[in-house]
C-alpha cells in the first residue's frame, strides 16, 4: 500500500486560528506586531456595540494561495502606485481597500474601512501587474489608513481598534504537504481505490499543482473506453491512475455556475470575497470534502468525467 507522510508547513511565521475557519491562518501585517488568537474576523462580531479600542480586528488581504505562498495582481483588487528606485532595483509599491464589518444586525451597522499597501522588488526596468508573498522573507503589509464609516459610507469619528492584516484561510492542498504519488500492482490499486466513492482508471494530466474551479488541484481524467480496447486502437501511454477519495463534491452537468454563486455568497458573509479560489477553497473545507467530481460535460474544456484530487496521496500509479 502507499506509504503514510507528514504535511509540511507551506508558509512559515506567525499563525493564529480565528473562528471562521478550521485550518490555521498567517498573520501578513497590520498594527499588531505579533499574532493574537482572540482577533475578531469579519461578520462575527455579535455585539450591539462596535468593537472599541481595546480590540483586535482581522482584516483579510486578497490573496491567492500559490507554492509556498500567495500572489496578488491587480485583477484582484490591488492598484499599482508609483515605483521607487532602489540600489539598481525597482520597488513597486500596491494598495487595496478592505472592509471589516460586524454580523447582520450587530455592531450599529458600522464598517472599518482599512487602506492596506504591500510593496515588491524587481529588476530595473521590468514592470509588475502583481507580486507574491511569503512570510517571513517579504515585509509585512502595512495599514496606511483606516476609519469606520456608517451605513450609508459616511466617515464616523471613534476610536480605532487594533488591526490584525492576515492571509485568507489556506486550506491545506496539494504542495502544501511533503508527498509524491504511490505505485500499486493493478488488483492491489483496484482494491485500494474501492475504500473511496470514485471508481475507475484515470489519466493524469499533469503532476504539478494546477488551479482549477476548485481550487488548487490535480486534474484526473477517467478512461471511457477498456484499457484493451484503447491499446487495439493504438492508444500509446500505459500509466494510468486510480485515485482515493472518500467525499467528493459531485457536480453535475449545468449545475456548476449556481453553486460557485452560492460558495461565494456564502464565503462573503465571513469577509471572505477575496476571489473565487480562496472563498471555494473555505467553503469545501468547511462542508468537508477532500476532492471533486465533475460528471461528464461539467467540467470546463472537458467532456470526459473529470476528477480533481486535493493531495497526491489520493492518487496511485497502476504498474504496468
Not at 478550521?22 to 505579533?34: F, P
Amino acid at each position: 500500500m502507499l506509504e503514510p507522510v507528514q504535511a509540511t508547513a507551506a508558509v512559515t511565521g506567525a499563525t493564529v486560528r480565528l473562528a471562521n475557519a478550521r485550518v490555521e491562518q498567517a498573520v501578513v501585517g497590520g498594527t499588531v506586531r505579533l499574532g493574537t488568537s482572540t482577533a475578531v474576523p469579519p461578520g462575527l462580531w455579535m455585539l450591539d456595540t462596535p468593537p472599541g479600542a481595546d480590540r483586535v480586528l482581522a482584516v483579510y488581504a486578497p490573496l491567492r494561495a500559490i507554492v509556498g505562498g500567495w500572489s496578488a495582481t491587480t485583477s484582484d483588487g490591488w492598484q499599482k502606485t508609483a515605483a521607487t528606485p532602489q540600489d539598481g532595483s525597482t520597488l513597486f509599491n500596491f494598495e487595496t481597500v478592505r472592509e471589516w464589518f460586524p454580523s447582520h444586525g450587530h455592531g450599529q451597522g458600522l464598517r472599518l474601512r482599512v487602506r492596506i499597501r504591500a510593496s515588491s522588488g524587481a529588476e530595473e526596468g521590468r514592470t509588475r501587474r502583481g507580486f507574491t508573498y511569503r512570510v517571513g522573507t517579504d515585509a509585512p503589509m502595512e495599514v496606511l489608513d483606516a476609519h469606520w464609516v456608517d451605513a450609508e459610507g459616511r466617515r464616523c469619528t471613534m476610536p480605532l481598534p487594533d488591526i490584525q492584516l492576515m492571509a485568507p484561510p489556506r486550506v491545506p492542498r496539494v504542495s502544501d504537504y511533503d508527498e509524491a504519488i504511490g505505485w500499486l500492482p493493478p488488483n492491489n490499486a483496484e482494491i485500494w481505490s474501492l475504500a473511496g466513492k470514485i471508481h475507475g482508471q484515470f489519466l493524469l494530466l499533469n503532476a504539478a499543482q494546477q488551479r482549477t474551479p476548485v481550487g488548487r488541484g490535480l486534474l484526473l481524467e477517467q478512461l471511457a473506453l477498456s484499457v484493451q480496447v484503447l491499446r487495439f486502437a493504438g492508444f500509446s501511454s500505459n500509466q494510468l491512475y486510480r485515485v482515493l477519495i472518500h467525499n467528493p463534491l459531485v457536480v453535475a452537468i449545468g449545475q456548476w455556475a449556481r453553486l460557485q454563486r452560492s460558495m461565494r455568497a456564502e464565503a462573503a458573509k465571513l469577509g471572505l470575497d477575496l476571489g473565487t479560489d480562496a472563498a471555494i477553497e473555505w467553503w469545501l473545507d468547511q462542508q468537508g470534502y477532500d476532492g471533486a467530481l465533475f460528471e461528464r460535460g461539467a467540467y470546463p474544456d472537458s467532456a470526459a468525467r473529470t476528477v480533481v484530487a486535493f493531495r497526491r496521496s489520493q492518487i496511485a500509479a497502476i504498474q504496468a
